[in-house]
Each structure stands twice: as structure tokens, then as C-alpha cells.
């Protein structure tokens, strides 16, 4: 079995800059599969881990979804808000104590027990984010606010009750094209979580 930190050198690590993330540029050695070794350079994003969270009533069939702008997303041409599974940076928190945090402030619902599911790198060549994903059950007197989120942040947050099937045609038709959320939508659908 391969040890691969012996396979791999940190020469030089640059930091770039440190806004809302940290960019860094990375020089490090590399062993090649042939035994020789090769110097490649790499830029890295760092905003900490994350967490999300499906939450899902299976007596009513539905799911809670929120709908937010997202810059990156915009700018890429994709020019309306995205929809998505509550979402939120770890930042002091565990995840699980991070995803009912994210629920009340960003759906206004109280989520028991959640269940992880996964734990993934969602875009692995640049940026070194692990995003846990979980899936928690609710009912409708489990919802007690508006959510929203926090102005402060920039949020602005518009929350979405849907019926699993719709949600979930819409993660196959390009109307959902955030990943976390396709996965969590397929997860429910493989393990049969809401009637079908």
C-alpha cells in the first residue's frame, strides 16, 4: 500500500491574499506513479469546512429548500438565485451543531437528530473545503420562523417547501444545479427516505 505523504513534498506555500477566504500558492514535489518526481505549482482556497442539511417531511411527501443569489454563480452566467439545500461554514462549530444553527437561522425550523450521510470534497482541485451532508426529518410544527438569514451576512434568503418528486425532477432538469443539493436529493431517493 502506498504511503503517498511520502510521496509528496510541500516546497514553498505563498499566501496570495486573505479576504473573505485564503488563496494560497502552493509549490510542492510530486511522485509520479514511474517513480520520478515532478515540481507542480497549485493555488488553494481555504474558507473553512461547511455543512448542509435536507430536511424532509415523509408523511407529507416534502422537502425545505431555500432560494439565495450567489455571486459566483451570477457571474458565471448563471443569472438568477440558486436553490439549495440550508447550508452553512462550520467556523467554531461541529457540523451537527452548525446545520441547526443554519436551519433556524436560514429556514426557521427546529431540526432534531440529524443524520450524516456524507462527508465530501465538492470541488477537489482547488479548494480544500469537506462539506458534511446531512438529512434531518421535520414536521410542519417544527417550523416556528420565517428564517431568511442574517442581513448582516448578506443574505437574503427565500425559503421553499416543496414536494420531494418536484424537487427532485428538478435536480434531473437543471433547475437545481447546486451539487450538495442533487446529492442529498439523490441520497433521499436511493434510500426511499420519502414515498415515491
Not at 429548500?65 to 459566483?72: M, S, T, W, Y
Not at 431540526?111 to 465538492?122: G, R, S, T, Y
Request: charged residues 30%; aromatic residues 8%.
Amino acid at each position: 500500500m502506498t504511503d503517498w505523504n511520502d510521496r509528496v513534498r510541500l516546497v514553498e506555500t505563498v499566501e496570495l491574499s486573505r479576504n473573505w477566504g485564503k488563496l494560497d500558492r502552493n509549490v510542492f514535489d510530486y511522485q509520479r506513479s514511474d517513480g520520478s518526481w515532478q515540481r507542480q505549482t497549485r493555488e488553494t482556497y481555504d474558507r473553512g469546512d461547511g455543512a448542509g442539511v435536507l430536511a424532509y417531511d415523509p408523511d407529507r411527501g416534502t422537502v425545505l429548500l431555500i432560494r439565495q443569489f450567489r455571486f459566483p454563480a451570477w457571474k458565471r452566467g448563471h443569472h438568477e438565485p440558486l436553490i439549495e439545500v440550508c447550508a452553512g461554514l462550520l467556523d467554531a462549530d461541529d457540523p451537527v451543531t452548525c446545520i441547526k444553527k443554519e436551519a433556524e437561522e436560514e429556514m426557521g425550523v427546529a431540526i432534531d437528530e440529524p443524520e450524516l450521510v456524507m462527508a465530501a470534497f465538492m470541488s477537489p482541485g482547488s479548494i480544500v473545503e469537506k462539506v458534511h451532508l446531512f438529512v434531518a426529518r421535520y414536521r410542519p410544527g417544527d417550523r416556528h420562523g420565517a428564517g431568511g438569514g442574517h442581513v448582516s451576512e448578506g443574505e437574503d434568503i427565500e425559503v421553499l417547501e416543496l414536494p420531494f418528486e418536484e424537487a427532485l425532477a428538478m435536480s434531473f432538469d437543471g433547475r437545481i444545479c447546486d451539487a450538495k443539493t442533487i446529492m442529498l436529493l439523490q441520497y433521499a431517493a436511493l434510500k426511499g427516505l420519502l414515498a415515491r
